[in-house]
């Protein structure tokens, strides 16, 4: 009984005790519908600041990407543009060079060795053979020596001396022509400077061959059609 009276006097007590002012003006603001339309107002008008800034942010940076893909554009260009010319000037000295020097025909007959004849066929074998049989001499593995020989020379310059101008002798594209005149200008170049830095025979003729198929492969375009 005394628990319960006492449980009664706090609960009375309590009940009564006055709040404190602040207390009621926080809850009273919180409450306060215009103020809370207020801030939702704010809230929105917050937002859509944002959402705006975002989009002309975004706006300002596609027209930048879209100049900086405009420039390199136009330098590759310019740079394609300006080594144009050069390769142009560079094609005609070598095919002057190699219409010089290297064997032509000694009348100026259309050349009989087309695509698909016996002629064609026997040049193009003859030239890779004199490949073949060049690079055995080279490295001393027909006529051995034990000392530098005319055949082991005659292996280290068997692409130049056999193999080009067989090639050269058909009527191949034009892509093929220049690649061989460039390699008739080229080769002697690397028999020349290498035994000055590595006397071999063999590494002279491997030297000779990379230039050979590297040639080949820039100007007929094999690495972009593998790719």
């Known amino acids: 009984m005394n628990s319960l009276m006492s449980a ?3 609960n009375h007590g309590v009940s009564k ?3 404190p002012t602040s207390f009621n003006l926080k809850y009273n603001k919180n409450n306060n519908p215009k103020l809370l339309r207020f801030r939702k107002a704010l809230q929105i008008h917050a937002n859509a600041t944002n959402e705006v800034d975002a989009q ?3 706006v300002e940076e596609e027209p930048k990407q879209e100049n900086l893909e405009s420039e390199s554009i136009n330098e590759s260009k310019s740079i394609s543009g300006s080594l144009k010319p050069l390769d142009k000037d560079l094609k005609k000295v070598v095919q002057k060079t190699a219409a010089t020097f290297a064997p032509r025909a000694s009348t100026a007959t259309k050349n009989p060795a087309v695509p698909g004849t016996a002629l064609y066929t026997v040049f193009e074998v003859q ?5 073949v049989l060049g690079g055995a001499l080279s490295f001393n593995l027909i006529f051995p020596s034990n000392e530098p020989d ?3 020379l005659m292996g280290m ?3 130049w001396m056999f193999t080009i101008p067989s090639l050269r002798a058909r ?3 034009k892509n093929e022509k220049e690649a061989l005149n460039y390699l008739f200008l080229i080769v002697p170049l690397i028999n020349v400077i290498i035994p000055f830095f590595w006397k ?3 590494v002279v003729w491997s030297a000779d061959t990379v230039a050979f198929f590297a040639m080949y492969a820039w100007k007929l375009g094999w690495l972009q059609k593998t790719e």
Request: proline share 4%.
């Open 200 to 202: 071999s025979f063999a």
């Open 8 to 10: 009664t006097l706090c």
């Open 127 to 131: 030239g890779y053979v004199s490949l």
């Open 150 to 152: 005319i055949w082991r």
């Open 171 to 173: 009527d191949c594209s």
């Open 157 to 159: 310059w068997s692409i």
């Open 17 to 19: 005790f006055p709040l």
């Open 56 to 58: 002309t942010g975004t």
